[in-house]
């Protein structure tokens, strides 16, 4: 049997045949016949040669994109690979891997809940897919994707998987960088008190910022569903449409003033902003947009309007007090909120920054972003390696503050007050820093020249002079400065009520009525900061003293309104204590009333205030000495309670869990109540759930 090849003499075409024979022999054994067959197998040749091309052009096209193929055998569990399936999983490539050896090499965190459910669910779908971790012998981790169809025999039962593998290391980590870049951004547009959100090229909406929840008091679920339309004044919805239709079209910037409804019903005015976001052929990719509140602004400008159409020589005199007001309070606010936020990587490199930062350094954004944040910090400083210390300070205790001298673009300083806070993704991995700058230039200057004037007195009278000077200054501002305007204000505006009733429209006399309630909340506000201020002034005379005598005293101030609510105060056991009467009295009375005032419609409300001993050692709290002992008081209630999440907020001067029309107040009688427990080297925290009530536990030393 042989086969070769033939020349057709007439076409001269070539044929390949196949020749069997066979010899036929005599009785001496000598052959007398030979006869045979003479077969073409020309097609069946060149399909033979199709086929071993096809497969090298196959494995060529493989290796050439770095895919591995392979079959197992569902059998058996036998598994034939190509060479590049060791190359992946780390092995030499003439390594012939195992079925069991490939899967000890998967990530014990994969094997089961991705590899093993990915098999169990392609048995039934003919779909093999996942994606997975593999452990190297060189102690490296990689990515891999792994694809295969299942076949089945006659009776349906799977009896081989054929797929492939490619490595996804690198697509991974560009996952990841995206992943970070997406956090940064939402950790930003989170922090600023604006709304922020994003849309896509089209001028789909695809992102807000959280405080477009908390204002509309909306769920993501809710804004995805109905629009984020729902939330426009009715008035001003069909032309907010027009114009980001018309910026979307011409990518002209988007600018237009809307009302927004609050999540308690009322509207208030925001100017909103969009700016195309391009790529390097100039493409929009998306748009960037901010909303401000810009309601008092806008109340103001009427009211101003009405008062100049309808004012007398008295109503010009209060105008020119208003006004006077009025910029009194625009310093105050720009002083408050001028700081600049900058993303660091964890290198120190300047990533991004608000517009403060811009204000405050004096960079354009393109000539800082990519450059060192030590670029803003003296000489001396980044020679002594300051700004690398204070890096290294934030990613060992996640926060490092400090104050000091900082140079602008034009090399002039400003004294700056600065917190760097270290940023970590989920696996606490540090991702970068942010950087918190206030410019204190001012008022570094004004200590350095209280200190100044304060070096001619003796060394021992410097600091209480200083505080005497300062608490003064405040008391004089406070009595004075702040409430002589909230005087003028209640007298003229009473006077043209009485005087100018007749003349005076419905709406003016509405508008002259909460001029006085707003005069009069400010009123309230500045005694309360006056107090909050001499919790560290007054005379600190400790005493030993019985704490259920004074919390019956307490209780006897309010006896008119727990009979008016028909409320209940429950006194346990309570312990003595080294305090001071009259802040700790002030302590009971701000807990107390708050029990009263957040109590539950139609339910009456019921305090329970105890006390016990407990070791400082047994509270597991850093700001308390383990030897000690410390008088636990516990005050709780049965009213609204509050959100966990805030439970470190309502501690902060100002800080408010609802709006002023539901609850009267100032927002500082919590924080008096923690800067009075701190003078009394204690601390206080506080506990609740929403209509479930609050409880408020403080720890000062018993002796």
């Not at 007398?312 to 625009?330: A, D, G, P, Q």
Request: glycine share 4%; hydrophobic share 35%.
């Amino acid at each position: 049997e042989i086969a070769y090849t033939i020349i057709n003499p007439i076409n001269k075409k070539t044929r390949v045949v196949l020749a069997k024979g066979k010899a036929l022999f005599n009785a001496d054994n000598i052959a007398y016949r030979f006869s045979g067959t003479l077969q073409d197998i020309t097609e069946q040749t060149l399909t033979f040669k199709r086929v071993e091309d096809a497969e090298e052009r196959l494995q060529i096209a493989t290796d050439i994109i770095g895919i591995a193929t392979w079959e197992l055998d569902l059998k058996e569990y036998t598994l034939i690979h190509t060479s590049r399936l060791a190359e992946i999983f780390g092995q030499p490539k003439s390594t012939q891997i195992t079925h069991e050896e490939m899967r000890s090499q998967i990530h014990p965190d994969d094997l089961k809940n991705v590899v093993d459910a990915s098999f169990q669910q392609a048995l039934k779908t003919g779909v093999y897919e996942y994606e997975a971790r593999v452990l190297k012998p060189t102690f490296t981790t990689c990515w891999i994707r792994a694809q295969g169809k299942v076949f089945y025999d006659k009776n349906k039962q799977a009896i081989k998987i054929i797929g492939s593998i490619k490595e996804i290391t690198d697509e991974k980590k560009q996952q990841q960088e995206l992943l970070e870049s997406e956090q940064k951004f939402r950790l930003l547009a989170d922090s600023m008190p604006q709304f922020i959100w994003t849309s896509d090229a089209e001028g789909n909406l695809n992102y807000f910022s959280q405080s477009v929840y908390n204002y509309s008091g909306l769920t993501p679920e809710q804004i995805n569903k109905e629009g984020w339309l729902q939330i426009v004044h009715p008035d001003e919805k069909d032309e907010n449409i027009s114009k980001w239709l018309h910026s979307v079209k011409t990518g002209e910037e988007f600018i237009f003033e809307h009302r927004f409804r609050r999540h308690d019903g009322e509207y208030r005015w925001q100017l909103s902003r969009a700016i195309p976001q391009r790529n390097e052929d100039g493409i929009i990719q998306k748009w960037v947009g901010t909303s401000t509140d810009i309601e008092d602004q806008k109340m103001f400008a009427s009211q101003l309007k009405k008062q100049v159409d309808m004012r007398t020589k008295e109503l010009k005199k209060l105008n020119e007090e208003l006004i006077k007001s009025e910029v009194r309070y625009h310093l105050m606010v720009n002083e408050i909120q001028d700081y600049a936020i900058i993303f660091l990587n964890k290198d120190g490199v300047i990533e991004n920054w608000n517009r403060g930062a811009k204000k405050i350094k004096g960079y354009d954004d393109n000539e800082i972003i990519g450059k060192n944040f030590s670029v803003f910090y003296t000489e001396e400083d980044r020679n002594t390696n300051l700004p690398k210390k204070l890096l290294e300070i934030a990613l060992q205790t996640g926060k490092a503050t400090h104050e000091g001298w900082r140079v602008k673009k034009d090399t002039s300083l400003f004294w700056a007050h600065i917190v760097i806070t270290a940023i970590h993704d989920e696996k606490k991995n540090i991702i970068g820093f942010t950087k918190v700058t206030h410019d204190l230039t001012d008022k570094k200057q004004a200590n350095d020249r209280i200190k100044l004037d304060a070096e001619q007195l003796e060394l021992k009278n410097k600091e209480l002079e200083k505080m005497n000077a300062e608490l003064q200054s405040f008391a004089y501002v406070s009595s004075h400065d702040l409430q002589e305007p909230l005087r003028k204000i209640q007298t003229f505006a009473t006077r043209i009520l009485e005087k100018e009733h007749a003349n005076l429209s419905d709406n003016g006399k509405n508008y002259f009525h909460r001029m006085q309630e707003s005069a009069n909340k400010m009123q309230t506000l500045i005694e309360d900061l006056l107090t909050y201020s001499r919790t560290n002034t007054t005379e600190n005379i400790f005493k030993n003293t019985d704490l259920t005598e004074l919390i019956n005293e307490v209780k006897n101030d309010f006896k008119e309104v727990l009979a008016e609510n028909h409320a209940t105060i429950e006194i346990g056991e309570m312990c003595e204590a080294v305090i001071i009467p009259f802040q700790f009295r002030q302590i009971m009375q701000n807990l107390i009333g708050n029990s009263l005032k957040f109590a539950k419609p139609d339910v009456p409300p019921h305090i329970i205030i105890k006390s016990e001993i407990v070791k400082g050692a047994d509270l597991n709290n850093e700001s308390l000495s383990e030897e000690k002992n410390y008088c636990h008081i516990s005050i709780s209630d049965n009213g609204i309670g509050f959100d966990e999440q805030y439970k470190d907020r309502i501690f902060e001067v100002f800080q408010r869990l609802h709006g002023k029309a539901e609850y009267k107040g100032t927002g500082i009688g919590l924080a008096i109540v923690k800067k009075i427990i701190e003078n009394h080297n204690g601390i206080i925290t506080a506990s609740g759930k929403l209509n479930e009530g609050a409880t408020f536990d403080i720890y000062i030393p018993s002796s």
